[in-house]
């Protein structure tokens, strides 16, 4: 470390960031007195301009802050809008929305990683200051219509993969898409990184150093890498290879050995100098996981020669940024990658020509975006092929601190011994590197037998949706759907089934087909991309009710078991007893709520009331029969909290100690309803809301006991 000044520098820069980052946010990120919605005035200016599905982001600096500014698209001031234009107006206050479920979405943590403080709305908006960054606009003059031209060229699908390898925009590609190249470990090719940065500046600097002297070879690829980081949105990852590539250039014209290490701790140096966040990144995290991954275990100044070497080692490094961020690991991703870093040169440099040639005559683009457009297409073709490979991905969970410490300390030992004892060993080095591989997947994919029962609530607004996992293991989701949130299975529910490690539901019940019941299980059995398997469906038979019917079209496309439920219906897992209490067949369809499924579930003592959208009557109707007395731990209370249901009457004879309302932040419908929540209150249950508390969750231990955890306090 003494030899590398750098090294410890850089070391150094990285604690101190953590440090802030965890205990010390405001220093960088001062706490603001606004409340979401409060309109304010001010002047700043714009730095960067991005064009969304539906709106447009406008990133603006005002002091030493960087803010997020949205607007429509149908404003008029955007055709005039340039980089570098100081603007004032009336802006709103707009909240940065939190992670309501584990493993969801957080958009503070995100943004703040990029070094965004406060997002605003922008009411009316005036440039106060034309002038404007002349570099900075040409740059994104270029990328649109570098985009355009791509999408002119080839096909929708084709198009956006190339769009994203060329120059960052991935608002064109599909979220299965991005499933499938996450599932096959090479989610980096539509991100722009280290090996963009290389192709585009040591490409250039090795053609012009044949014409050219070095200063002049090297002046112009390294202006044309900064040029290219910058249109290319200025990713932390693209910044570092820029960084590293000029301290390569300037070492070749210092006549000094070019050392990575070295070059790659002036980088983290220098971004975290400006934004201490970016250790909480996960591009900015695997980015130099895979540098270091390259310089340890070689030892090596400028890469691996071995690109199977290469992709092992650097999977390995990344592995657990990986499964703490995406919470699945692919199995075959090294082999994948090898793929990849054969194509990518011809890939990324057709896609620039045709885009570029597309733009002065489109016939000609078209022509010679061909090769990049077959090479993305047998791409994906390999990625679907190994995705439905059976294990070549495996669902992890979000894994432990315990975890991540050991896994690298297998890959420290790993590393120590590559470089002394198996350094000139080839075959024994690449064996063991696998072996490596392996170890970490092991250590970071094994799970602790789960203990008790647990119940959560997945806030998914204004709808419902429960999963329960037994002691033995399996899994049980009663409901899963919104009338709010539009693909609630890919941005509520999955991501927190994946996060606990879960890929596969042995059982899902649903209480009736109201959209905001089954909303996320049509969605479920839609999705081909590393999607939750179902193991079988129960419920009622609702046939003529669009929601069912079509929820039988997709299962049996899916080849999913779809049972009738009946009333009396009953499962034993281990100490969990679950009942269908009330089902019923045949009738109207008219009122759905009325036919409502209900289910009971006893553990080791413990009694849970599941009621789906059931009103008064029919409430009364179970005290009578089914619920004579019973005393109920848990109440998910019916129908989100009407007023219609959860009655005196039916509260007094179940006693719930705990009451569970699934319901939307301001929903239109005023759930939950004052009186029920006074009703609850008064047979003392201890009231919870998604709308206030995000994911419930339940966790009952083998003596019945339990315990209760928020997301959101």
Not at 23 to 32: A, M, N
Request: aromatic share 8%; hydrophobic share 45%; proline share 2%.
């Amino acid at each position: 470390m003494f030899k590398r000044p750098l090294l410890a520098a850089g070391l150094a820069a990285v604690i101190i960031s953590v440090i802030i980052a965890v205990w010390f946010p405001s220093v960088v990120f001062p706490i603001s007195d606004l409340n979401d919605g409060d309109r304010i005035e001010f002047e700043c200016r714009v730095r960067k301009i991005e064009e969304k599905n539906s709106t447009v982001h406008i990133y603006a600096e005002r002091g030493r802050y960087k803010l997020l500014l949205t607007c429509a698209k149908d404003q008029e001031y955007l055709s005039t809008l340039k980089i570098g234009n100081v603007i004032s107006g009336t802006f709103r206050f707009v909240s940065w929305r939190c992670a309501r479920n584990k493993g969801n979405f957080d958009e503070e943590s995100y943004y703040r990683s990029l070094g965004i403080y406060q997002k605003y709305s922008a009411m009316d908006l005036r440039v106060t200051n034309s002038s404007y960054s002349l570099i900075g606009e040409i740059l994104r003059r270029i990328r649109s219509r570098l985009i355009t031209s791509i999408s002119d060229a080839a096909d929708e699908e084709t198009a956006g993969i190339l769009a994203a390898v060329t120059t960052g925009e991935r608002t064109g590609i599909d979220s299965e898409t991005k499933s499938l190249f996450q599932l096959s470990g090479i989610s980096h090719i539509i991100a722009i990184s280290g090996v963009h940065v290389s192709f585009i500046g040591m490409g250039l600097f090795r053609i012009l150093r044949k014409k050219v002297r070095f200063i002049w070879a090297a002046s112009a690829a390294s202006f044309a890498v900064i040029c290219y980081v910058l249109m290319s949105g200025a990713s932390a990852s693209s910044i570092r290879a820029c960084i590293m590539m000029m301290a390569s250039l300037g070492s070749m014209a210092a006549g000094r050995k070019y050392d990575m290490l070295s070059s790659a701790s002036l980088a983290v140096v220098l971004l975290l100098i400006s934004n201490p966040f970016y250790v909480t990144n996960p591009g900015f995290v695997m980015s130099f996981s895979a540098v270091a991954a390259i310089t340890f275990v070689t030892g090596r100044k400028r890469g691996m020669s071995n690109p199977l070497e290469a992709s092992i080692m650097v999977s390995a490094f990344t592995l657990p940024v990986i499964a703490s961020s995406y919470y699945e690991m692919s199995l075959l991703g090294p082999l994948v990658n090898i793929a990849v870093l054969a194509v990518i040169p011809y890939l990324l440099g057709g896609a620039f020509a045709g885009g570029l040639i597309g733009m002065v005559s489109l016939g000609a683009g078209r022509i010679v975006m061909g090769m990049p457009v077959y090479l993305t297409k047998g791409l994906r073709f390999i990625c679907s092929l190994v995705s439905n490979i059976p294990g070549s991905s495996i669902t992890v969970g979000c894994p432990s601190l315990f975890k991540l410490v050991l896994s690298y300390l297998i890959l420290i030992l790993a590393v120590l011994l590559l470089r002394t004892i198996l350094k000139n060993q080839k075959l024994f080095r690449i064996t063991l590197e696998i072996m490596v591989y392996i170890l970490m997947l092991i250590v970071i994919s094994v799970r602790r037998p789960d203990s008790g029962l647990s119940i959560s609530f997945i806030d998914v607004d204004q709808g419902e949706c429960v999963l329960i996992v037994s002691e033995t293991g399996h899994t049980y989701m009663i409901d899963a759907g919104s009338a709010t949130v539009s693909d609630v299975y890919l941005y509520r529910i999955k991501s927190t089934l994946k996060y606990r490690g879960i890929s596969s539901l042995d059982y899902v019940f649903i209480t009736h087909p109201d959209t905001d019941h089954i909303s996320g299980i049509l969605e479920m059995l839609e999705d081909d991309a590393g999607g939750i398997r179902i193991g079988k469906i129960l419920t009622s038979d609702f046939t003529g009710n669009d929601n069912y019917d079509e929820m039988i079209r997709l299962a049996r496309k899916k080849d999913v078991n779809v049972s009738t439920l009946h009333e009396g219906y009953a499962l034993r897992d281990g100490h969990l007893w679950l009942e269908c209490i009330r089902a019923t067949s045949g009738g109207s369809l008219a009122d759905l709520n009325e036919r409502s499924a209900v289910f009971l579930a006893e553990y080791c003592g413990f009694k849970a009331l599941f009621t789906g959208d059931i009103g008064a009557n029919e409430e009364n109707s179970l005290v009578q029969d089914k619920l004579a007395g019973f005393d109920i731990d848990l109440l998910d209370v019916a129908h989100h909290g009407s007023r219609y249901s959860s009655s005196s009457i039916f509260l007094e004879t179940i006693s719930p100690e705990t009451a569970v309302v699934s319901a939307g932040v301001d929903n239109s419908y005023g759930h939950p309803h004052k009186g029920t929540i006074a009703r609850l209150e008064n047979v003392g249950a201890s009231v919870y809301n998604t709308a206030d508390h995000g994911e419930i969750d339940i966790s009952v231990d083998s003596d019945g006991k339990y315990e209760v955890g928020v997301m959101l306090e």
